[in-house]
Structure formats: structure tokens, C-alpha cells
């Protein structure tokens, strides 16, 4: 049975592009894309420096994220933006929990669970990101990872319907090695698992949960074409005239 669910694909700039290269990549790929706004939702999330430039000249049915919100509210945290001037900006959106951010800049799932609770208590959606890292794949803990992130933020979820969540290998970010369509299934099932027993059967049902991990053009076709893959959170693919192919077979 076809899902109810509308596809989700985002496009994670990340740390990258200037100024010109926002301008062009807007106005050529992402502000031509061909969007059935009844099958598909699209969103692009720029570093928090291009926020005001992507917001001016974005088309309107496109949402914009920004890559990350501060785990305080406004006050004298250096370097950091509040949920609420993020709201307040007219940002409707936020990645919380990318694999870079946990591995990287070392937010712990509390700090997660923190972020979440501002997010939503200030009016924006999420973009949830869980996933995890080749060891623990190797290891046989994918599902315990899994879980352990999402009862994390269970108690800081006051509407799930904000909530999108992606499936992040971080064996297969940016690394050309993306999990099989197969492998991505087994998880999406899992975490829809995870909801039912969890949260609610309504909740599983209708929550997307999109896979990022190296989706090209050339792998979007057989991972979309999987019942619980409800999309994409996409990276380097994102800054690349492929993002268009992606959406257009996602929608095929």
C-alpha cells in the first residue's frame, strides 16, 4: 500500500559557498526545481551567515532551515543564535543533532534534547538527525544507537508532527559509501518500530523519515523506491545540479 506520507528532501549546505555562489545556485538549480507540492516538500539549509540572502530571493514553497540553533536562549552565549531569533527571522526550520555536530563540535544527546526543547517551544520544525558511526555498525549496534538518540529527545517532543527524521549513517556521510537500499529500509522500519511501541501506531504512521548518506543521482531512485524511505537529507549532491535529478525521480 502506497504511503500517505509527502516526501521530504532537504539539501544540508553545510560550510560552504560565498556570497556569488549562493546567488547562483538558487537562482539555477534550487528556485527551478519542479516540485508536486501534493507529493513532495523542499528544503534548503544554508550557513547561518547566507540565512538573509537565501530568505530574499528563495522561492516561497521552498523552506528554508537553518544548520543548527544554541541549546540556551538569548543571552550572553558568544557565537551562538537562539530558536527564537531564529523564529523571530522568519526561519521555520532547524537540523538538530547532525552527525558533524556530534562528532565534531561534541553535542551530547542531552545538549540534543535541549535543542529540541527550544526549537519547538519557540515554534520551529526539526529536521531530527540519528545515525550511527562505523563501529558501532560493525559492531551490530545500529538499532541501540538509534534508540538510545531518539529516547533521548522523547521526553523534549511536545508535537511529533514537527518533527522529520533523518537516517544518517555516518559510515556513509560524504564518504561515497551509502547504505544499501535494503540496509536503510531495516532502519526506517526500526525507528517506525520505535514509535509505535514508544510514542503511538498514529506517530509511526505518519512521521517521515528520510535517509541521508551519500544520496547521488545516481543511488535516490532505488532508496526512494523503498516503502519507509520518505526522502532525503542530502549533502554535497545538494550544492550540485544532481539536487534537480534527485527531486525529479523522487517524485516519478
Given at each position: 500500500m502506497e504511503s500517505s506520507r509527502k516526501l521530504f528532501i532537504g539539501g544540508n549546505w553545510k560550510s560552504n559557498l560565498t556570497v556569488a555562489q549562493v546567488n547562483a545556485h538558487v537562482n539555477e538549480v534550487?528556485?527551478?526545481?519542479q516540485i508536486d507540492p501534493a507529493k513532495?516538500?523542499?528544503?534548503v539549509a544554508p550557513t547561518t551567515l547566507h540565512l538573509a540572502q537565501v530568505k530574499s530571493i528563495l522561492r516561497p514553497d521552498i523552506h528554508l532551515s537553518?544548520?543548527?540553533?544554541?541549546?540556551?536562549n538569548m543571552g550572553a552565549f558568544t557565537g551562538e543564535v537562539a530558536a527564537s531569533q531564529l523564529k523571530d527571522f522568519g526561519v521555520n526550520w532547524v537540523l538538530i543533532g547532525h552527525s558533524e555536530r556530534r562528532s565534531f563540535?561534541?553535542?551530547t544527546d542531552a545538549v540534543v534534547a535541549k535543542k529540541v526543547t527550544l526549537a519547538l517551544a519557540h515554534g520551529l520544525n526539526i529536521?531530527?538527525?540519528?545515525?550511527?558511526?562505523?563501529?558501532?555498525?560493525?559492531?551490530?549496534?545500529?538499532?541501540?544507537?538509534?534508540?538510545?538518540?531518539?529516547?533521548?529527545?522523547?521526553?523534549?517532543?511536545?508535537?511529533?508532527?514537527?518533527?522529520?527524521?533523518?537516517?544518517?549513517?555516518v559510515w556513509a556521510i560524504g564518504t561515497g559509501r551509502n547504505a544499501?537500499?535494503?540496509q536503510a529500509q531495516e532502519v526506517?522500519?526500526?525507528?517506525?518500530?520505535?514509535?509505535?511501541?514508544?510514542?503511538n501506531a498514529d506517530v509511526a504512521a505518519s512521521t517521515r523519515v528520510i535517509y541521508g548518506g551519500s544520496v547521488t543521482d545516481v543511488n535516490a531512485r532505488d532508496l526512494i523506491g523503498q516503502p519507509d524511505v520518505d526522502g532525503f537529507l542530502i549533502g554535497?549532491?545538494?550544492?550540485?545540479?544532481?539536487?534537480?535529478?534527485?527531486?525529479?525521480v523522487s517524485q516519478a
Open positions: 534550487v528556485n527551478t526545481l513532495l516538500e523542499v528544503l537553518a544548520q543548527s540553533c544554541s541549546p540556551e563540535f561534541g553535542e529536521v531530527l538527525c540519528i545515525g550511527e558511526n562505523l563501529s558501532e555498525r560493525e559492531g551490530g549496534q545500529t538499532f541501540d544507537v538509534v534508540a538510545r538518540q531518539l529516547n533521548a529527545v522523547k521526553s523534549a517532543v511536545t508535537d511529533w508532527g514537527k518533527i522529520v527524521v533523518a537516517y544518517e549513517p544499501t537500499p535494503e526506517h522500519v526500526f525507528i517506525r518500530r520505535w514509535f509505535t511501541e514508544n510514542v554535497g549532491a545538494s550544492l550540485k545540479p544532481a539536487f534537480k535529478t534527485i527531486v525529479d
